[in-house]
């Protein structure tokens, strides 16, 4: 299970490689819709080396699911190739990245 309940406002996302990506994107998804309040959710990519555009839909699918719920989404863990495809795509405006995971789960907690 890749989502791991960090406290009771912050999810953590740890990703890993396809067949498995795709799938527990939409498993996070789902859970994410049934939970009330939505917490902020971090996104670890440390574990993903290839990314698709299906993925990257599925990634903005979670970011509209936050905005709407007043979440917020932070990534990290980005490989450079994997970073070249949100530089490449023009995600990179769109989406708030952190350095490393301390960061993100730090920045969100001094953010609230």
Same mark, same amino acid.
């Given at each position: 299970?890749?989502i791991?309940e960090?406290s009771?406002?912050?999810?953590?996302?740890?990703?890993?490689?396809?067949p498995?990506l795709?799938d527990?994107?939409?498993?996070?998804?789902?859970?994410l &819709?049934q &939970?009330?309040p939505m917490?902020?959710?971090?996104?670890d990519?440390?574990?993903?080396?290839?990314i698709?555009s299906?993925?990257?839909?599925?990634?903005l699918r979670?970011?509209?699911?936050a905005?709407?719920?007043d979440?917020?989404?932070?990534i990290?863990?980005?490989?450079?190739q994997?970073?070249a495809?949100?530089?490449?795509?023009?995600l990179?405006?769109v989406?708030?990245f952190?350095?490393d995971?301390? &960061?993100?789960?730090?920045?969100?907690?001094i953010?609230e």
């Amino acid at each position: 299970m890749p989502i791991e309940e960090w406290s009771d406002k912050i999810w953590l996302v740890q990703l890993d490689n396809e067949p498995a990506l795709s799938d527990d994107l939409i498993h996070v998804k789902e859970k994410l &819709t049934q &939970t009330e309040p939505m917490p902020d959710v971090v996104i670890d990519f440390s574990g993903v080396t290839h990314i698709n555009s299906s993925n990257l839909s599925q990634i903005l699918r979670l970011r509209k699911e936050a905005i709407d719920r007043d979440a917020r989404l932070r990534i990290t863990g980005l490989s450079d190739q994997i970073w070249a495809v949100f530089l490449t795509t023009g995600l990179d405006k769109v989406f708030d990245f952190a350095s490393d995971l301390p &960061t993100a789960l730090a920045g969100l907690q001094i953010e609230e």
